[in-house]
């Protein structure tokens, strides 16, 4: 209920786009600040579980005290507080998911796609109460249910740690470091969601202010194409191997690419409103195929490492993107800016094709002995 309309919210409250930009920035540089300190905290499933409840709270209180405050400075520095606090949230939340999904033989998929629906119903009921309250009392009851899922996490099933005595295989770094089709797929990977991200970040902005949709509106959007996430998902899941991940990528990238070439083009809202159904479509491969693909390319022990390299130039690329592009936008407008990341999309594609990952990594454990 308030990530989908954070960036229209500080917009209303006369935030310029370069403004909104820094404020887009904050998260992903401040989290590859940060990162190495949560990596040394977050040592086992019990401090994650104390460490996941603390976040919780934070980011409620923070959420709300958002409402109370006024300019951009105190926005930033409240911004700032929850990246520091709160940025290893999503993936403390995933450990706990990967470790249960793999001791209960469950598809992580499978859990996941319901973070998908609750974004549906929460996007769609905040864009219609936005008619009957004000975005601070929307936000204030979102910082309060938010601050209470820190309940819930008390529930989390305890989850047997893997016996002390067990032989663990070691990070090995060499090993990442010379292996192509990682960075092959780490470039890829980067360029292509990065730029989706970026694109995403000024979305909800441009859809109200450049294309006049009331918020309401927008809330409908957004929940269609994250709809269409879900039907992705669930038809991967009951088809996992009908298509290859390679035919999974580039009908993605296509569809990303297609999506920002129609919003640069500034076409009739309803066909604006149709193509963010492929964003839907797209994002649910990614969301199927990403953690497959690097188990793939990768030898499992080194699995984290490969997703912590690929947090690490996401982050920088999207936080120097946002940073940069809402100025960008302030100069040039939205229709430049979407041809600009249409094309780098693009050109990712073609990046893929020329230099694709490979699929077989020598000598590598097998994931279940591990």
């Excluded at 820094?22 to 998260?27: E, F, Q, R």
């Excluded at 859809?207 to 269609?224: D, M, N, P, Q």
């Excluded at 996430?229 to 296509?254: D, G, S």
Aim: glycine residues 6%; proline residues 4%.
């Amino acid at each position: 209920m308030f990530y989908p309309f954070m960036s229209i919210y500080f917009v209303s409250k006369g935030l310029s786009e370069s403004e909104l930009g820094v404020i887009l920035a904050i998260t992903p540089i401040t989290t590859i600040l940060v990162n190495p300190l949560w990596n040394f905290l977050v040592k086992d499933a019990r401090t994650s579980r104390r460490i996941l409840k603390l976040m919780t709270i934070i980011e409620g209180i923070a959420i709300i005290l958002i409402t109370q405050v006024s300019g951009f400075e105190l926005y930033a520095l409240l911004i700032t507080l929850i990246a520091f606090f709160c940025s290893p949230y999503m993936p403390i939340q995933d450990g706990f998911t990967a470790l249960f999904t793999n001791k209960e033989k469950i598809d992580y998929t499978s859990i996941r796609i319901h973070a998908s629906i609750a974004y549906v119903v929460a996007s769609s009921i905040a864009g219609i109460a936005i008619l009957w309250l004000s975005f601070d009392i929307l936000f204030v009851i979102a910082g309060v249910f938010f601050g209470l899922t820190a309940i819930i996490t008390s529930w989390i099933k305890p989850l047997e740690e893997p016996s002390t005595h067990e032989q663990r295989p070691k990070r090995d770094l060499k090993a990442l470091l010379k292996n192509k089709s990682f960075f092959r797929y780490l470039i890829f990977y980067t360029i292509v969601i990065g730029s989706v991200r970026i694109g995403d970040s000024f979305f909800a902005v441009y859809l109200t202010s450049a294309r006049s949709l009331t918020t309401t509106e927008y809330g409908f959007i957004f929940s269609a194409f994250i709809v269409a996430e879900v039907l992705m998902m669930r038809y991967l899941i009951l088809h996992p191997n009908q298509f290859k991940e390679r035919h999974l990528y580039i009908a993605a990238t296509v569809m990303f690419s297609l999506r920002f070439l129609v919003y640069a083009l500034n076409m009739p809202i309803w066909i604006v409103a149709i193509s963010t159904l492929f964003r839907g479509i797209a994002w649910g491969i990614i969301l199927f195929a990403h953690i497959k693909v690097v188990l793939k390319i990768v030898k499992v022990e080194n699995v984290f490492l490969g997703i912590l390299l690929i947090t690490l130039t996401f982050s920088i690329y999207t936080g120097l993107g946002s940073l940069y592009f809402g100025h960008f936008i302030e100069q040039y407008g939205y229709g430049l800016f979407y041809m600009i990341h249409m094309i780098i999309i693009a050109i990712g594609l073609v990046f893929y094709l020329v230099f694709p990952p490979g699929t077989k990594v020598p000598n590598s454990r097998n994931i279940q002995e591990v």
